[in-house]
């Protein structure tokens, strides 16, 4: 194992022959091999500092997950209308709040921390090859609310 250590003070020939040793910059180190240490150097005491450990500090639980009083949850479904399958890779957004969610492979979607209000939201469903579905839901309790939607398949 090598380590970096700078070069003693004094110019020392690297044969050990008293010869000048050629000139280096005093600030920069030298590549030395260090000495592998013995078992009994590092079961020493002495070798090594003593370090305490500290009782480890109970971390806070996330708030992430305990509902909160001022939010609501948008959950569902998007299907095919014909076929009543599962859509999946369709957005369900929220324009107004920013907030938008991608379906599944078996067409579920969820929007979280969609703050509560009595004006009903507007929420737009899109895929490629469906029209495009507007809904306004009014999202007035802190609750889960479950919403299928049912996209249908634009005309050739």
Known sequence: MA?????PSGPQSPAGDGSPAPAASPASPT??????????ATASPAA???VQATP???RPRSTASAPRSDVATLEGHVYDEATKSFLGQSEVTIPEISRESFSNQ????????IPVRDKPYEIMIIRP????LYDKRKLDRPERYKVDFFLKRKGF
Not at 31 to 40: N, Y
């Open 56 to 58: 480890a500090t109970p």
């Open 31 to 40: 590549l030395t091999p260090s000495p592998a240490p013995t078992p009994a």
């Open 129 to 132: 090859g469906y029209e495009n």
């Open 48 to 50: 090594t500092p003593s």
């Open 106 to 113: 078996k067409g579920r979607y969820r929007i979280k921390q």
């Open 3 to 7: 380590a970096i250590q700078e070069q």
